[in-house]
């Protein structure tokens, strides 16, 4: 499906596991915000245009299927097909991702040095954003849990390619299956934080077709994730686990 913007060729503890009230709290100034995988990339870059001085986020329902290139995937361009399938590029590293409405994403930006970013490990920046997803999914009945570094583990070299393949420290998952990705992105305005939350089932073999990778591949994706609706066998809604997350991430970025 053809996709509007970019056409690419070729300081605590936070987090009750629980809140009874969080549903009927007044609209959160974390927005959730429909929009496509290019609107996404521009809002990011806008951000870390100019000197961060405050917290901000947003999260975002994505109207339409895209896959999401890193940087360093720019090589892979020269032999995609933009006929069949929507290609936006992002500045940051790391592999290929399939954003669509099966996925609830979230972009945070911080000012350099906020206590939230931590001070031993830069993989430390995003710990309390997969808290924070544990702490949300939990609200809705899924029990999943923040992986620290050394529970972490590489994409097997074949799918090196694919952001999901792989586990990083404190990304979420069920039982070893990714359930939350997690990157960051730093200048010297300021630092961006980014999740993609896996709601409903994913369509791997649509993200292997763009990227002409065997069924084989697809089918790895698959049992090394998990989505949020198939751990509860019902459908989880986009918009109410944004609601879940919005509350809470306001309450941290307070």
Do not use: I
Request: a neutral charge; aromatic letters at 6%.
């Amino acid at each position: 499906m053809p996709c509007a913007g970019e056409r690419l060729r070729g300081c605590g503890k936070l987090y009750p596991m629980s809140d009874s009230t969080a549903g009927s709290r007044a609209p959160k100034a974390v927005a959730t915000r429909p929009v496509d995988a290019a609107g996404e990339q521009a809002w990011n870059e806008q951000q870390l245009a100019e000197p961060v001085l405050r917290p901000a986020a947003v999260l975002w329902r994505y109207l339409h299927p895209a896959v999401v290139l890193g940087r360093s995937q720019q090589a892979l361009l020269e032999k995609l097909d933009p006929a069949n399938h929507c290609f936006v590029r992002r500045a940051s590293g790391g592999g290929a991702v399939l954003v669509g409405p099966w996925m609830l994403g979230a972009s945070v930006v911080l000012p350099l040095g906020h206590c939230l970013l931590g001070a031993d490990h830069v993989a430390d920046a995003y710990r309390w954003l997969g808290e924070l997803f544990v702490a949300a999914l939990a609200q809705h009945g899924v029990a999943a849990q923040v992986m620290p570094p050394a529970q972490t583990r590489k994409a097997s070299v074949d799918l090196a390619w694919a952001c999901f393949a792989g586990m990083s420290p404190w990304e979420v998952a069920v039982d070893d299956r990714k359930l939350v990705g997690l990157a960051q992105r730093r200048n010297r305005h300021g630092v961006l934080l980014v999740a993609g939350a896996l709601v409903a089932t994913v369509p791997w073999q649509s993200l292997c077709d763009a990227l002409q990778r065997p069924v084989s591949q697809a089918r790895e994706l698959a049992a090394s994730t998990v989505d949020a609706s198939q751990l509860l066998g019902r459908s989880l809604p986009v918009e109410a686990l944004a609601d879940t997350v919005a509350n809470l991430m306001e309450d941290a970025l307070k």
